[in-house]
């Protein structure tokens, strides 16, 4: 190797240090990246450690994980331990740089981890893992491999064609690695193409030209005969890229000097691997047809093999009687395995350049064939490879869209669903696969696109199923347009309901599709406009829902049933619904994510959302990750939500910050005031009264002209809670009442049953006990402790505060505080024990209040609600206990927060921020939203002030 002094002495202090790490070297194509892989790839064999190579490959780029499986496969168990398939017909993972070694025991895997491995594997039963969860059961997977006495570099040549479901996984890995000892990720990538490790935040290590002296003593080494004038030329093209070194002097020998000269000079300004191209583009031109078809099919195919079920994996396309493609320095002969491989990718992209349309079909054909047992890569293949319509192809298309949506490549599954549209033999089911892709570019927020689509569909009327779905999303989400986007769609259920040919368009044999769902496009109009019913948030609106939803008669699924009771009014119409929420909350890994976080907004009106959150954690990065924003938004909200509920105010208050800086980047006008909505109510039980109002005139504002009843309610309540903590009761009763009556609860007021407690306490404060009282009563008349947990809690909370005598007040606290979730509602239950503390105090004495005063300080403390925790310390004075008041922790910024919210207070961007410190905008996202809490501030306009008043910055790493 000449030259690389620098960069040898890196990559041998990487390779041979104890600790696990990452580190991405970036250059120009042809600049030596993989003769530095090459390197260290010996440097670790010979130190005896356990070598894992794989290489990205464009044709490859759109498959998920099929990267990943390149890494994996050699470290899997053997035999039957293995979670799908076996091994290569050749005894070695088909990629274009074979693993070194496999460890020959095999690993405790999990249920989990071999669940992850599976969709891994190409496995078609199961969801697709989230990114956290297959991340942590390969770095479990590499660590188990190193702590059997050797260690694991695992070396990904061309990164930047990694599939993004691959590189998500491995970025997750790689920044992961430090303290896990002997484990290490050694990743190659073109610094002049984008790259999925692009955001990756691993460390770089810069990979440039040779030196004048290295290059021409490269260049003499190789090419000791060439004359004066055609060697400077050759140092003056190449600038100092090794590839174009090597390969420049024997362009300029095929032909006369001046002539080649004048050709080289000619492309001069195109960039150089362009120029390389061409000179392998001269050589292929050269070779005979045949040789050409087996390089065209070769390249065309990707680098691993593909197991399935079976014992013996389909493995890559094996180039046959290519000597002369060797002798002409387009292929090289692998060490030890004896099989062809492209001498550089650039060969590769000529190749494919090279060949004609046709051409190109017919070697597609022929990889469809090898690759016909495996839906996805076949599916590449006959989608490039068929010209006409061919209802065969298409629903082959189809299903692999399925798949791959599956699998965490929604994305790409509406590629597939578009070009299925374009073979399909028939006008409906054309229009059937562009609906298809319309709706799931709604799902991952390509909203413009998924309009596009939808027009297609059906063109020359906006209003097909499919344009009525597209346009909705975009007036719901972007703009929160409920009026005329619930007229738009009754209409379109009201269409598909009457139309004669409804069930023959839809197809009663699609695949995916069960007895429930009869019909899947009228299926998903319906979850929509009960989605625009729940946001506005009035009678009118939800009556007339429910008057489609009657008319539908079978073709409304339980489903819809169960959305339309529990998001409507779960006074009226919530009873029975908890136990079947339940059951089908036991089978989401096989739900897609959209139904699952319909089923979840259920959970919540029933308040049993807390079994659902540790999946909704697990998938929610996924989502976002895969570009499912909306899913995303939709899932960061449930779980802030339950984070409220459990009295996790911190990290309610993180998740979101991050909801929202998503919501606001994508342009989601209601998901962001929805949002605000939320971190209003959590400033008001924090008792920040000022911020909490602020947070409601916002959404106020937004809402009410638009007639969204959803958050027009939460920010009434939010006024009533802002209210109580700061002990205006005259004010807090008023927002009650603004959301329903005294002694009744308004029908389809969602937060007419969550604030009974503050209408209560309010009426208590004010005077009117006999309001108080009649409310409390409504509560049970109602049947409110029998739907959901939290409302048995504060319907006896009520019931107790508004008791007429001494006995009923003490059974209904006692039913309260035994209530066997009473303790998942800690701030309910505070307030509780304090006014029973309070009651007890003036009935029965001072010792008999001290334990419930108690228990609500210390919850009150605990929580970080000071207003309510000044209340019960008064109250513990009064009952003659010392006073008490705990000592606020600070929080430091770490150093890194502290430099991004310096940048983000002079006014850049995530991006600009990003780029000058070297972390993607969605790390830069995190590193704000940590630090808005710890600053006590929500907005970036804040950043300022609060800056200034942290006196001391956290220390430089």
Not at 193 to 211: K, M, V, W
Not at 316 to 343: H, I, K, T
Request: glycine letters at 8%.
């Amino acid at each position: 190797m000449v030259g690389r002094d620098g960069e040898r002495a890196r990559l041998s202090a990487f390779v041979l240090a104890p600790d696990g790490q990452a580190l991405v070297l970036r250059g120009e194509a042809g600049v030596g990246k993989s003769t530095l892989l090459d390197l260290a790839a010996r440097l670790a064999a010979e130190d005896g450690q356990l070598v894992v190579r794989a290489t990205g490959v464009e044709a490859e780029s759109g498959l998920p994980h099929a990267g990943l499986h390149q890494l994996l496969y050699p470290l899997l168990p053997t035999s039957d331990d293995r979670p799908s398939g076996g091994r290569a017909s050749d005894g070695r993972p088909s990629d274009d740089r074979a693993s070194d070694s496999r460890p020959s025991d095999a690993p405790p895997l999990g249920a989990t981890a071999r669940a992850a491995f599976d969709a891994v594997f190409g496995r078609p039963d199961g969801p697709p893992p989230p990114v956290m969860a297959l991340g942590i059961a390969v770095l479990d997977l590499l660590s188990w491999t190193a702590s059997k006495g050797r260690p694991v570099l695992l070396v990904l040549d061309d990164g930047q064609w990694l599939d993004e479901a691959s590189a998500e996984v491995c970025g997750f890995v790689g920044r992961r690695l430090a303290g896990r000892p002997g484990v290490k990720l050694l990743v190659a990538v073109r610094g002049d193409t984008s790259s999925p490790f692009d955001t990756a935040a691993l460390p770089e290590a810069p990979i440039g030209a040779l030196a004048d002296a290295d290059a021409t003593r490269l260049l003499d080494l190789h090419h000791p005969r060439l004359g004066r004038q055609v060697r400077g030329l050759v140092l003056e093209q190449a600038g100092g890229n090794p590839l174009a070194l090597l390969e420049l002097p024997a362009h300029l020998a095929d032909g006369p000097g001046d002539r080649a000269g004048q050709d080289l000079l000619g492309l001069h300004g195109v960039p150089l691997p362009r120029r390389i191209q061409e000179i392998y583009a001269a050589r292929l031109a050269r070779l005979g047809d045949s040789i050409r078809a087996e390089l065209l099919r070769g390249a065309l195919d990707g680098a691993a093999a593909r197991p399935g079920d079976g014992p013996a994996p389909i493995a890559r396309y094996r180039m046959r009687q290519v000597d002369e493609a060797v002798a002409c320095g387009l292929l090289v002969v692998e060490p030890g395995a004896g099989e062809f491989a492209f001498r550089h990718p650039l060969v590769r992209s000529s190749v494919v350049q090279l060949a004609t349309p046709d051409q190109r079909r017919a070697a597609h054909r022929v990889l469809a064939q090898l690759h016909r047992e495996y839906p996805e890569r076949r599916a590449i293949h006959l989608a490039a490879a068929t010209v006409d319509p061919e209802e065969g192809v298409a629903a082959d298309l189809e299903a692999a869209a399925r798949s791959a949506t599956r699998r965490g490549g929604a994305r790409l599954a509406v590629s597939w669903l578009t070009r299925a549209a374009e073979l399909s033999e028939t006008r409906v089911d054309r229009s059937r696969r562009l609906g298809e892709a319309a709706y799931v570019a709604g799902q991952t927020d390509h909203l413009g696109r998924a309009r596009s689509l939808a027009l297609a569909a059906a063109p020359g009327t906006d209003e097909s199923p499919a344009a009525v779905l597209a346009d909705s999303y975009l007036a719901l989400y972007r703009d929160g347009e409920v009026r005329a986007t619930h007229r738009r769609i009754v209409a379109a259920v009201e269409r598909l309901r009457d139309s004669p040919d409804r069930v023959g368009q839809h197809g009663p044999d699609r695949p995916g599709r069960g007895p429930d769902r009869p019909d899947e496009v009228l299926d998903r109009l319906v979850s929509l406009l009960l989605a625009v019913s729940q946001y506005a948030g009035d009678r009118a609106t939800w009556r007339r829902t429910h008057e489609v939803l009657a008319t539908l008669g079978d073709l409304a699924t339980e489903r819809a049933w169960m959305y339309g009771s529990t998001w409507s009014d779960v006074v009226r119409h919530g009873a029975g619904w908890s136990r079947r929420v339940e059951r089908a909350a036991a089978g989401l890994e096989d739900q897609d994510p959209w139904d699952v976080t319909r089923l979840a907004v259920s959970a919540y009106h029933l308040d049993v959302l807390s079994p659902l959150r540790p999946y909704l954690e697990r998938v929610v990065d996924r989502e976002l990750d895969t570009g499912a924003m909306s899913s995303g938004i939709v899932m960061l909200h449930l779980v802030l939500l339950d984070q409220l509920a459990l009295g996790q105010w911190d990290a309610a208050e993180r998740t979101g910050h991050r909801a929202l800086a998503l919501a606001t980047e994508r342009g989601h006008g209601l998901f962001a005031h929805q949002t605000r909505a939320y971190l209003a109510q959590l400033a008001a039980v924090r008792g920040r009264t000022a911020e909490a109002r602020e947070l409601q005139t916002a959404v106020e504002a937004w809402a009410r002209p638009r007639g969204v009843g959803f958050l027009t309610q939460i920010a009434d309540a939010v006024g009533a809670t802002a209210a109580l903590s700061a002990g205006d009761y005259e004010t807090a009763f008023l927002h009650a009442i603004g959301i329903t009556a005294p002694g009744a609860f308004r029908p389809y007021a969602y937060q007419a049953s969550r604030t009974l407690l503050d209408l209560v306490e309010a009426a208590l404060h004010t005077g009117r006990a006999e309001q108080a009282r009649a409310h409390a009563l409504a509560a049970r008349d109602a049947g409110l402790p029998d739907l959901s947990p939290r409302l048995a809690l504060i319907t006896h909370g009520a019931l107790a505060m508004t008791a007429e005598d001494d006995t009923e007040a003490s059974a209904h606290y006692a039913r309260a505080q035994s209530h066997p979730a009473a303790e998942r509602f800690p701030f309910e239950l505070a307030r509780i024990r304090l006014a029973h503390g309070i009651a007890v105090r003036r009935l029965h004495g001072a010792a008999a209040a001290r334990l419930p005063l108690t228990q609500a300080a210390k919850t009150f403390d605990r929580l970080g609600a000071p207003a309510w925790a000044a209340r019960a310390h008064a109250e513990l004075r009064a009952a003659g206990v010392a006073p008490h008041t705990p000592a606020p922790a600070s929080v430091p910024l770490t150093w890194q927060e502290r430099r991004v919210a310096e940048l983000a207070a002079g006014g850049l961007t995530n991006k600009e921020i990003g780029e000058q410190m070297r972390l993607s905008p969605r790390t830069v996202s995190a590193h704000l939203y940590r630090a808005f809490p710890k600053l006590g501030i929500t907005t970036r306009a804040a950043l300022r002030d609060a800056l200034t008043r942290v006196s001391q910055p956290a220390p430089a790493p």
